[in-house]
Nanobody, 114 residues
């Protein structure tokens, strides 16, 4: 079955960087675009970034220029490189496989201290 396992979260000071990883299994990874979402305490889950099968990327305005999504088909892994982190980036970050897979990982917590 489809499995998505996020890692790389943690505590970082404002202005710092983190790289999140999402290891995928149970499907042909190269056939799907992937996305990252996040959910801050007390808020709704929101879209962060998407990478398509051709490598095209798109970002929420709130992270544009600071975050980079990438996909390594050889490793069945999607990444989210985050720079210039802000306290408002504090959230649980989720990996999502869209389309007919419609599958979520369990998330990894990112905490940005001011």
């Amino acid at each position: 079955q489809v499995q998505l396992v996020e890692s790389g979260g943690g505590l970082v000071q404002a202005g710092g960087s983190l790289r999140l990883s999402c290891a995928a299994s149970g499907f042909t990874f190269s056939d799907y675009g992937m996305a990252w979402y996040r959910q801050a305490p007390g808020k709704r889950r929101e879209w962060v970034a998407t990478v398509t099968t051709t490598g095209s990327t798109s970002y929420a305005d709130s992270v544009k220029g600071r975050f980079t999504i990438s996909k390594d088909n050889a490793k069945n892994t999607v990444y989210l490189q985050m720079h210039s982190l802000k306290p408002e980036d504090t959230a649980v970050y989720y990996c999502f496989a869209p389309g007919r897979l419609n599958s979520w990982g369990k998330g990894t917590l990112v905490t940005v201290s001011s």
